[in-house]
Structures are given as structure tokens and as C-alpha cells.
């Protein structure tokens, strides 16, 4: 056995690698360009990284957020995202342990983290994230709550975005949701099940309307201005996955007799 502080520093290390690992795939997923070749670089500059430089937090740290070579700014959302990613490794090893399903649920939340910067910057949820996510998603599950949870999970999530895409498109005549929502609902489904994969639904609208409440009141956008739902609901599917019993359990509490 190794002892805690050890584990958790050795699982903050794992995420932060692999964190770095995932802001290459946001960068090279949307261009299609190749994961394995293609050395990284400078995108002002386009000077090669060298190792020194790909040492995840330390490196953008010591460099003090600049490129070595042309000083350009490092945007901010490189060591954001090797955090996010540390932490998350951290809260679902507090949550799951030491459980088989921790590592096809760790790269379930990594290709999150990775949509949810994709969305963000091209309003795109591509095949290549969504697909590995269902299937480590489904993997996870069959480790864990069983079969009938991941199915009912799928059903419910993309179930629900279906029939309102497809409510906007009769009645509106907008194309509100896309394939994209969907596919990302089977892989945030198929962990949740279907209780909590509503409550990821409805925790994404929440913030969506908060957004695009701020948008108008701001004077950014009106009513037809389209958020990119996937980089809400990506996050929030994380978020239930570590809290969302205890809000459901406090939440039926308030109904039981005492
Ligand atoms: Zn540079």
C-alpha cells in the first residue's frame, strides 16, 4: 500500500500531465491535425517547445507566463486546464479509491476538460472526443453500477436533448441543439444514470440562463445568440458526478417524514 500523501501527490502529477496531454488535443482535434506527430510550438513564434518547456505548471511558472523565445503571453488556460485536470484526478480518487473504474473515469473527465475548451473556442464537439468518452463512459459503468445504469443514463440524457432539438427545430425552425449535445449526453449518461444525468441537464441550463441573462444585460447578445452548451454541460457532468448524490439525497430529504 502507498501511504496517502504520497498517492495523492503521485495522482496530482498523473493529472498534470495529463492535463498538458489534453490541451494539445484541444489544440490539434478541431485543425485535425496529427496527435502523435508534430512536435509542439510556440503558436506565436512557432518555436519548437523544447522538453523544458512542456513540464506542466513548472515550466509556464519559471517562464513567468512567456514564451522563451519571442516573450509572447502564454494564455492562461494552459495551466488552467493541467489544474483542472490535477484536481479532478485528486476528487475522484477521493470519491471512487483505489476502484477499477478509476481509470477509464479519470480519462472520462480529462476528454471532458479537453470539450469543454473545444466548444468553447470553435462551438464544436467532435466525434473524436465524444466517441472515446461514451465508450470509456459505458466501460466505467460496466465496472461498476452495472449495464441497465448506463443504459438508462443514455436514454435519458441524449433522449431529452433529442426530443428538444427536435422540438426547436419543428416549432421553432432553429437548429438550437446539435448532434454534438447529444453524443455528449450518451457520455455523461452512461456514468450518471439517468437521476443524475437530468441534474446535469438542468445544472447546464441553469448556468446557460445566468450567461446569457449577463450576455443581454450587457447588451452582447440577444435572445438568439448561441451559447455553446457543451462547455456547460462537460464541466457540470463532472461536478454531479463528485457532488451530485448529496444534493439529490438533501434535496428527497426535504419531502421525508422525520
Ligand atoms: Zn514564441
Redesign the pocket.
Known sequence: MIPEPIAYVLLAVFGLVMGSAVTALVHRVPRQLSWVRGRSA??????PLAPRDLVPLLSFLLARGR??????RIAWRYPLTELACAVWAMLLYLKVGPAWSFLPLAFWGFLLVALTWVDLDFQLLPDALTCPGTVLGIAAALLGPGPHHALLGVVAASGLLWLLAWAWLTFRKVEGMGGGDIKLAAMFGAVLGWPLAFVTLFLAALAGSVWGGTLIALRRGGGKTALPFGALLAPAAMVVFLWGDRWVNAYLSLFRHR
Open positions: 510556440c503558436p506565436s513564434c512557432e518555436a514564451c522563451r523565445h519571442c516573450g509572447a
